[in-house]
């Protein structure tokens, strides 16, 4: 398809700048896939929206501080560092500088020395980290907001950019659908007889990268680690079985569960859902709105009909719905 057809009109003060004061005041806007009328709710709504015996997959993964402001060693040119996930004796790297690193080059951060080992081009390095990366994250990296979100990191930024089920620390992007959900929510689907299972997607930064080609079977997606849990793969076996319907918490659950087929075990996927895609794991989406021409539009359009998307999204418009990671919600079901 061509990527242009995944296009629509944004205006530029929809896009969420900063959380709400609390997590579960998020709008949802409601697009059944039986194709009856979109309907205008409150993310507070969604255990009334869902059924006893669905099951709700969520995404645990952590963010961690991944973005680091260093000078390189020798010029003292400005360096910034996105950590994306260990590789082998290192970590890969998005490396932001006025010239290319080159191996050998040693970016300084707060007195740690990051080494290139490895320049792949486009930015990718390779780089020595400290050993005490956990800590020293902490104490000098920032939280690594996407780029849509034009103010700096503040401090509420690391508890508001995490779910409240964030487990596994390793992800530099959050699974954003999961960002509205409170403990008093999860209770409500609790006592609704809805389940609650989680996995691991740890969310790179390839989920931002504009789709730079002209068709869509020209892309070719950024790899991303995952790790279904037994007690997942069971829980999706059996919401089976009772006829119930599993309802993926974000678009990064969805591919994990598809990728995988919703079995145990760890792997990495860099599957490319776009309309026409049969979808065989999942059976109900909520997820945040996404960037014009992403592949997370392109996924939702697979999911719920590209005309039909794109009718919710202009309707979204319209009604001045706050879009992306901090913004409101839908549930396609």
């Known amino acids: 398809m061509e990527v242009s057809a995944f296009d629509y009109e944004l205006p530029h003060d929809l896009i969420a700048q900063a ?28 255990a009334a929206l869902l059924r006893p015996g669905d099951l709700l997959v969520a995404n645990d993964a952590r963010v961690i501080p991944a973005r680091l402001a260093g000078k390189k060693r020798g ?34 951060v707060e007195g740690a020395a990051f080494e290139v080992l490895e320049a792949r ?3 990718e390095v390779l780089v020595s980290v400290p050993a005490d990366l956990p800590a020293f994250l902490d104490r000098a990296g920032s939280v690594p907001l996407p780029p849509y979100i034009e103010r700096a990191p503040v401090s509420e930024d690391r508890e508001r950019y995490q779910t409240v089920y964030a487990r596994v620390p390793g992800a530099v992007a959050a699974p954003t659908a999961g960002l509205h959900f ?3 929510l999860l209770e409500a689907l609790r006592s609704r007889g809805v389940e609650l ?24 997606m950024h ?5 279904i849990p037994p007690a997942t793969a069971l829980a ?6 009772r006829g119930g319907r599993v309802v993926a918490v974000g678009t990064t659950a969805l591919r994990a569960l598809e990728a995988s087929g919703a079995r145990a075990g760890p792997g990495a996927t860099d599957l490319f859902i776009t309309p026409g895609y049969r979808f065989r794991a999942v059976d109900a989406l909520l997820t945040n709105f996404h960037l014009p021409r992403s592949t997370l539009f392109m996924l939702v359009a697979a999911f719920a009909g590209l ?20 913004g409101d919600a839908m549930v396609i079901a």
């Open 121 to 123: 081009g486009g930015g």
């Open 19 to 46: 959380p709400l004061p609390e997590r579960d005041a998020s709008r949802l806007l409601v697009l059944p896939r039986d194709g009856a009328a979109i309907e205008h709710r409150a993310i507070r709504d969604l």
């Open 182 to 184: 409170t403990p008093r």
């Open 223 to 227: 790899r991303e680690r995952f790790e």
């Open 75 to 108: 010029t003292g040119g400005r360096v910034e560092l996105l950590l994306v996930e260990p590789e082998g004796a290192g970590w890969l790297a998005l490396a932001g500088s006025s010239k290319p690193l080159r191996p050998g080059a040693v970016v300084e």
């Open 307 to 326: 005309d039909r998307v794109l009718a919710a999204y202009r309707e979204a418009v319209r009604l001045r719905y706050r879009f992306f990671s901090y």
């Open 197 to 220: 299972a989680t996995l691991t997607l740890h969310v790179g930064p390839g989920t931002f990268l504009p789709v730079r080609s002209a068709r869509t079977e020209e892309h070719r």
């Open 236 to 241: 999706h076996a059996r919401c089976r079985e």
